[in-house]
């Protein structure tokens, strides 16, 4: 079966950084498009950043993260990364990777989730 395990979440200081994973299996890792997405207590899930199938040439960003957040892939490891740097208290969520064939997933759209990963950043 399809699985996409988040880690990397964690409880840090605002300016802090991170870098979350989501490592799947069961898919053929390069014909998907990637995202990850948060939630946050009480508000919908939201977009934060995409990244196209095969060798990731496009990225997209949520104007909150950009400019201070790089998604990746690295398709040996059937792995997408997100880095996050100068973390915000209002970037404290649950962060969820997604996985949807060929094109890019969005919120409310997408094949497959992870199971998240929780990011705290204090003040």
């Known amino acids: 079966q399809v699985q996409l395990v988040e880690s990397g979440g964690g409880l840090v200081q605002a300016g802090a950084s991170l870098r979350l994973s989501c490592t799947t299996s069961?898919?053929?890792?390069?014909?998907?498009?990637m995202g990850w997405f948060r939630q946050a207590p009480g508000k919908e899930r939201e977009y934060v950043a995409t990244?196209?199938?095969?060798?990731?040439?496009?990225?997209n960003y949520a104007d909150s993260v950009k400019g201070r957040s790089t998604i990746s892939r690295d398709n040996a490891k059937n792995t997408v990364y997100l880095q996050m740097n100068s973390l915000k208290p209002e970037d404290t969520a649950v962060y969820y990777c997604?996985?949807?064939?060929?094109?890019?997933?969005?919120?409310?759209?997408?094949?497959?989730w992870g199971q998240g990963t929780q990011v705290t950043v204090s003040s």
């Open positions: 997604a996985a949807r064939f060929i094109v890019v997933p969005t919120a409310r759209e997408a094949e497959y």
């Open positions: 069961g898919l053929t890792f390069s014909n998907y498009a």
């Open positions: 990244i196209t199938w095969g060798g990731g040439a496009n990225t």
